[in-house]
């Protein structure tokens, strides 16, 4: 059950945030996935994506979208839970879902200064 206090932003408030960095000065680092099974890699790459910027927002897949990228059994956990865990790390400053199974529009809209993806993305394999 997902805690009622927690709501994910939408992307229009994920884009003001980002308006209101800029304007001072900062960069937004962007990165998505779907966190399903959250694990140690996961929080080193979002450790090390942070660090690259002054506040980081990290969109994750929604449901639909995760069982369309890898099968009816997925996900384990549902999105709201997904993205409440990941508001719970430090380093996440925002959390946004998303129904695509590619962030592009989601990008588009939010324009973010930096977007960092895991090592085992090439810029080949990325297809935002």
């Known amino acids: 059950m997902s805690s009622p206090e927690f709501q994910p932003m939408t992307a229009e408030e994920v884009r003001r945030l980002r308006d209101r960095l ?14 399903d099974l959250l694990h140690a890699g996961h929080v080193r790459y979002l450790n090390q994506a942070r660090a690259l910027g002054d506040a980081m927002v990290v969109a994750v897949n929604s449901d639909a979208s995760v069982r369309a990228l890898k099968g009816p059994a997925r996900p384990v ?4 839970d997904r993205a409440e865990v990941l508001a719970a790390l430090r380093v996440v400053d925002a ?7 590619r962030a592009t529009r989601l990008i588009e809209a939010i324009r973010p200064h ?3 993806k895991g090592g085992d993305y090439t810029v ?3 297809n935002a």
Request: charged content about 25%.
């Open 124 to 126: 080949d394999s990325l």
């Open 77 to 80: 956990n549902n999105e709201n």
């Open 114 to 116: 930096i977007y960092a």
């Open 22 to 35: 800029d304007a001072a000065g900062r960069k937004l680092v962007f990165t998505n996935g779907c966190f």
């Open 95 to 101: 959390v946004v879902i998303f129904d695509d199974e």
